[in-house]
């Protein structure tokens, strides 16, 4: 049976919408290259920080906020349907400086935030260090950020699979979509190496694959490109060095309840190279024992890199475009595990009713062909 919906890509973003989608009724198929949720919504540290760095006020900050805001309900229906537990933690998390210059910055930091109107609390080192003993004893000082907050996203990845595919979603692995026909100004459907998938509504969610599906103007392939993050984790089994997410002005650390510590991560524009290298390991470990000089005796116990889909402008592409049927997911850049939920339900609102809400448009493909892009996206956006 030809399905209503086809989405190319079962990473976070296209599987949120799959769930969505198929829980409002409709037929859906989702197309994946490899493994289901094996992407870089796999290898994210899954960290909730809508707040980021240096956010600017507007729809892009609105959409993070909003999110967040309800991920304890979309995380408790996960749980529900799937029996994953995706553990939402919302514990906050700390930025700490070492030294002056990074105390400088986080100064600058923390007046940006207030002029924002976000809520965020200056920390003196004393309270730095009694909220987290485990960390350097250099510490000049802290911002705690309480809605900063995480989940394990490699639960999620499970959670989503079952739970869309027990509303009726099929996901169907190891078929990368070649292009997409289109015949006559209409979107029949999309090619695979044996054969076309042929739906009503076809929604580009390939993540920094996205501009790569062919068969259509190139005005309609997002300019969206990878930036590897290397990552690796340490196991600290029962002795919890720290309690909550600690970003050190250049790397972070994230907790997991199963003993595991992650620290990360590289930003790197080195193409679809998903290779972990000796520079970035060295990068990550020096500033892991920068912040917390207690975890040089820590076991290494994994290692990996995943491709995040940076758009153009640094913000996420979203909604219909100008040939009817076929709908942008994508360019979500660090922020994919947060914008999930929220994403999933425009794109599904938009679908089932044919129009364009007022928090989509901001997102809309055509910006790019409005020349409304200026200056540089952003590389220190809020936390993966």
């Not at 906050?92 to 923390?110: F, K, N």
């Not at 079952?162 to 996901?171: C, E, I, K, N, T």
């Not at 970035?280 to 889909?309: F, I, Q, Y």
């Amino acid at each position: 049976m030809t399905p209503d919906v086809l989405i190319i890509g079962a990473g976070v973003i296209g599987l949120s919408i799959a769930h969505e989608l198929a829980g409002r009724g409709l037929r859906v198929t989702v197309l994946d290259a490899g493994e289901a949720g094996k992407g870089a919504s796999w290898a994210s540290a899954g960290v909730l920080a809508p707040q980021g760095a240096r956010p600017s006020a507007g729809p892009y900050l609105d959409l993070s906020l909003w999110s967040r805001e309800v991920y304890g309900t979309f995380a408790e229906r996960l749980k529900e349907e799937s029996g994953v537990d995706i553990e939402y933690r919302t514990d906050g998390g700390l930025h700490i400086a070492l030294d002056e210059a990074e105390q400088a910055e986080l100064d600058d930091r923390y007046r940006h935030q207030q002029a924002l109107g976000l809520p965020v609390e200056r920390l003196t080192a004393e309270e730095v260090l009694a909220l987290e003993p485990s960390l350097s004893p250099d510490v000049r000082g802290g911002l705690f950020f309480r809605g900063m907050h995480q989940i394990d996203n490699r639960k999620l990845m499970r959670a989503l699979i079952v739970a869309a595919v027990r509303r009726g979603a099929q996901v169907v692995c190891g078929t990368p979509a070649t292009g997409l026909t289109v015949r006559k100004a209409q979107l029949i459907g999309v090619e695979s190496s044996s054969t076309t998938w042929k739906a009503g509504t076809i929604i580009n969610a390939a993540g920094c694959w996205s501009r790569l599906i062919s068969g259509v103007d190139p005005a309609l392939q997002p300019p969206v490109k990878p930036v590897r993050g290397q990552m690796l984790a340490l196991d600290v089994g029962t002795t919890a060095p720290v309690r909550r997410v600690i970003h050190g002005l250049g790397a972070y650390l994230v907790p997991r309840h199963d003993g595991r510590l992650l620290v990360g991560a590289t930003v790197e524009k080195v193409g679809f190279d998903v290779r972990v290298t000796a520079g970035g390991m060295a990068t990550l470990l020096n500033a892991a024992l920068r912040m917390a000089p207690g975890l040089d005796g820590a076991p290494l116990s994994e290692v990996w890199a995943g491709l995040r889909p940076m758009s153009k402008d640094g913000k996420p592409i979203l909604g219909p475009t100008t040939l009817p049927g076929l709908v942008m997911a994508t360019g979500h850049y660090r922020q994919g595990i947060l914008l999930a939920p929220i994403t999933a339900r425009l794109i599904a609102d938009s679908v089932v009713t044919g129009n364009v809400s007022p928090e989509l448009e901001p997102f809309l493909l055509e910006r790019f062909g409005r020349n409304r892009h200026t200056g540089t996206p952003n590389l220190d956006p809020p936390l993966p």
